[in-house]
DNA sequence: CGGCATGTTGCGCA
DNA sequence: TTGCGCAACATGCC
């Protein structure tokens, strides 16, 4: 469930059960989830506060309660907040939950993770990944000038720099994926090679990427262009999209749309 | 059974 | 010191 557009569409269900609601009991056992803290601060530090708001930046959500108390929430890879009545029995892979009294109605929120690569966190004040993140493309914006600069000083590949959640903060393998695949960029053009045009390419794709996520969600799998269509053809020119590896992740290209530019030196292989 | 997965971190080796 | 590949983390699905 993670990338940029899924984790703002928690923050936005999570504002809308959430805000104003008072914590009223903390159920939080999972110790991997919550590491490191014990379960027994995480339920200290949370239970009688009121919730504030909701804010994201790239795939962190920072829920603000009051007491100037944050719970920060990193999806991981299958990570979700669902909403239960009270007493509900525990699913299997729910990790935390939270009952919540707001109006005199109560409900309770529950955080799903199979895989449990997600994090909870309550802190009182940032925690070191959040301030690390880069600029948001929705929070920050995003302009053909602020990704120039952060393309210019890295060397990496291009796509390998657009996942850097310290340079840009939100993009994963889906997205990166989509948006050099629309942009016609290979993935493992360097950063710091790109000229002007491709930049402004990148820029837009980003945008078309994001904006169809958007819209689309959740049904909008099957109409994503490259990610997870290796060996079928490219929408654009029939050619087979290649699959390779690129910083350890799957990476789908088409190897005619995304030729890398051409070189005097000779440049990369892929 | 093996392979793969929307993410992050840490280790070992250039 | 920096950069990169790779394994690990824990679990489910095909």
Known sequence: MPELVDVEMVRRKLLRWMKGARV?????????????????????????????????????????LDGDLRLFSHLGMT???AL???????????RARLDLVRGGAATALRYLDPRRFGRLVAARREIPEWCALGQDPL??????????????????????????????AGIGNVLATEALWIARIHPRARSNSLTAVEVRAIVRALWTA???????????????????RAGRSCPRCGKTFA???LGGRTTVLCRRCQAPRHSARGAGRA
């Open 210 to 228: 994001i904006r169809r996520e958007l819209r689309d969600k959740p049904e909008g799998v099957e109409r994503r262009r490259a990610y997870g």
């Open 84 to 94: 239960c009545a009270v007493g509900a029995p525990r699913m299997p892979s729910e």
């Open 24 to 64: 009223v009991a903390v159920h939080a056992t999972d110790r991997y989830v919550l590491r490191p803290a014990s379960p027994a601060t995480f339920r200290h530090a949370l239970a009688g506060r009121t919730v504030r708001g909701v804010e994201r930046r790239g795939k962190w959500l920072r829920v603000e």
């Open 79 to 81: 990570g979700d907040w």
């Open 243 to 245: 699959r390779i590896v």
């Open 139 to 168: 929070t920050d914006g995003l302009t053909e000038r602020s990704l120039r600069r952060s393309l210019a000083t890295s060397h990496r590949a291009v796509k390998e720099r657009l996942m850097d959640q310290t340079a840009l």
